[in-house]
């Protein structure tokens, strides 16, 4: 198991250098190169017959409005691009990035072939989020003995493999009596933390999941609420005597820095935030609660109150086995620059203000 999830490490340090992977599907192994870190050169050695389609997310191919072409009864798998002469590398770099879509009229057009390793080709988009990549790669048919697996996917990515690895007295500023505890994997980089603050009082402690947002958390963006919110929960926690901040890398709804920077290039063209994340072709939401839930389980807390205005979260963790008796409401004064963000979220992502 932990092998595999090696091998999973392994593929995504090659994605990111631009070096080929392959993923063995139950319906058969593909051989993909990201569109993101490859050039011309290495496409040609990757593939010198020019024959490899490009694999898009639905939700990209929809918004290169070749949705018609998808497979109707599943509207949310992924499509294959036919290759034919023109489409050269510059060509798959439009099609896989959206900062070209108003710049550049696509040429077309575009013809999608059937997916065959349907589960290889979803595992890949799935790598490259993991990555911080475009979801965009050329793929083609064909064994490789190297492949990795759906399941090892799955696996690297197994809240259960979380586990603590550090812990020591944190006083910050607002709760001078905190504890601070990491939990990590063997393979992921990021570390989450658990600010525990105050002691235990035998109440259900209050609790925030905070999501990662170097922008807001560190800079200051007004963009988001994350700043404020961050805040304003060591201070509600504080209040209460006894409370948990759970602070997870789950930076961009887990798409990752560089690919929420280009969200908000697609924002600073009018999208929204969900469209955005659409027409890069991520979900709208890529985190994973459970990875929540896991760490509350390790800290020996079964009832939480929560702190937040996203069903989702209260979902996911009851799901998981978390019994919160409570959703505690997390407000914070919007401003110029995040009033329509909050709108968005309040309009199309269910969160309730
Ligand atoms: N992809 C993307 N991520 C964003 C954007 N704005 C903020 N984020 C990220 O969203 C996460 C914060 O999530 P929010 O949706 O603000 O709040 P929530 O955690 O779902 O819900 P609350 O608990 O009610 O605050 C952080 O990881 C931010 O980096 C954006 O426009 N695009
Ligand atoms: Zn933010």
């Not at 389609?53 to 497979?71: E, I, M």
């Not at 760490?295 to 209260?314: S, Y």
Request: glycine content about 8%; some cysteine; proline content about 6%.
């Amino acid at each position: 198991m932990s092998g595999n999830a090696h091998s999973v490490a392994l593929a995504v340090d090659a994605l990111r250098r631009g070096w080929p992977i392959a993923i063995r599907g139950g319906a058969g192994t593909l051989r993909l190169l990201a569109i993101e870190t490859a050039d011309a050169e290495r496409l040609a050695g990757f593939d010198p017959e020019a024959r490899a389609p490009v694999l898009l997310s639905a939700g990209r191919a929809a918004t290169l409005k070749l949705a018609n072409q998808r497979d109707a009864a599943a509207p949310d798998a992924p499509v294959l691009i036919e290759r034919v002469p023109w489409l050269d590398f510059d060509t798959a770099t439009a099609l896989s990035d959206p900062q070209f879509d108003l710049a550049t009229p696509l040429k077309g057009p575009f013809r999608a072939v059937p997916v065959e390793a349907s589960d290889a080709a979803a595992a890949a988009l799935r790598l490259a989020r993991i990555a911080g990549l475009l979801p965009a790669f050329f793929a083609l048919a064909g064994e490789d003995a190297g492949a990795i697996t759906p399941a090892d996917i799955e696996s690297h990515e197994d809240a259960d493999r979380l586990r603590i690895v550090g812990r020591a007295r944190l006083p910050v500023a607002g709760a001078e009596d905190s504890e601070i505890v990491a939990f990590r994997t063997d393979e992921m980089p990021g570390e989450h933390i658990a600010l525990l603050i105050g002691q235990p009082n035998g109440a259900a402690p209050l609790v925030r999941l905070h999501s990662e947002c170097l922008t807001g958390d560190m800079l200051g963006s007004l963009k988001c609420d994350c700043g404020p919110q961050l805040k304003a929960a060591v201070a509600a926690i504080e209040a209460e005597g006894w409370g948990i901040l759970l602070y997870l890398r789950q930076e961009g709804r887990g798409i990752g820095l560089i690919n929420k920077l280009r969200a908000y290039a697609l924002q600073d063209q009018g999208f929204d935030t969900v469209d955005a994340n659409t027409r890069l072709g991520f979900a709208v939401d890529a985190r994973n609660f459970r990875v929540a839930a896991r760490m509350l389980a390790l800290l020996g807390q079964r009832q939480i109150r929560l702190l937040t205005n996203n069903p989702d979260k209260v979902a996911t963790l009851r799901a998981a086995g978390v019994d919160v008796v409570e959703r505690v409401p997390h407000i914070l004064p919007a401003n110029p620059h995040n009033a329509q963000y909050l709108a968005t979220k309040r309009d199309r992502t269910g969160h309730e203000f």
